[in-house]
């Protein structure tokens, strides 16, 4: 359990008073669950890499000016999603239209080490196909789930970081699970 010298929020305050050992314990702590989340959105490792500095060139120029209104993981992720819809926005690509709907690095999974070897194989073609399926979500839908499962990030603090309703965060929640559940043969 993080004390209160141990969370984000401190971390940041301190790394903006010029403190930075701060910023390195906060890159380590989100530097994987960040990089993964913006990789799954743009499917491109290069681009993933560009975006991933660029957000912590964002945190690092906002550092003196930070204060908290939320969650630490709820602003960081905010400066993600804003810098991966500016991507969308200067690139051949539109801002994708499920961003706009209502409704709408996993490289690899740990296998535990009690897992029998005869069951890894299984456990790779599954990590493969959650993967494809993740994939093939609508962007919206990815981007809240990967929040949700990458970030560590509530309903409220979702919305907040992309700018969205709490309901249409939750609908987007709940059509990413039933389709990855439906492409996972109904598995729980």
């Known amino acids: 359990m993080p004390t209160d010298d141990d969370a984000d929020e401190t971390l940041m305050l301190r790394y903006g008073a010029g403190d930075a050992d701060a910023f390195a314990r906060l890159y380590a702590r989100h530097k994987g669950p960040l990089y993964r989340y913006l990789l799954r959105q743009c499917d491109q490792p290069a681009v993933a890499e560009e ?95 990967l929040l949700k499962e990458e970030g560590g990030l509530s309903l409220e603090a979702i919305a907040q970081a992309t700018g969205t309703g709490r309901e249409t965060v939750k609908s987007r929640l709940r059509y990413a699970l039933a389709r990855l559940r439906r492409g996972l043969g109904g598995a729980r």
């Open 51 to 145: 975006l991933f500095q660029d957000v912590w060139l964002k945190l690092i120029a906002a550092r003196s000016g930070y204060t908290v209104r939320a969650k630490f993981t709820t602003w960081l992720y905010r400066l993600a999603h804003n810098r991966l819809i500016d991507h969308y926005r200067a690139s051949a690509r539109r801002v994708p239209a499920s961003y706009a709907e209502d409704c709408p690095e996993w490289a690899e999974v740990p296998i535990p080490v009690e897992a029998q070897p005869e069951n890894q194989e299984d456990r790779r073609r599954q990590t493969e196909r959650l993967l494809r399926l993740l994939a093939e979500l609508p962007e919206a839908q990815r981007e809240a789930f």
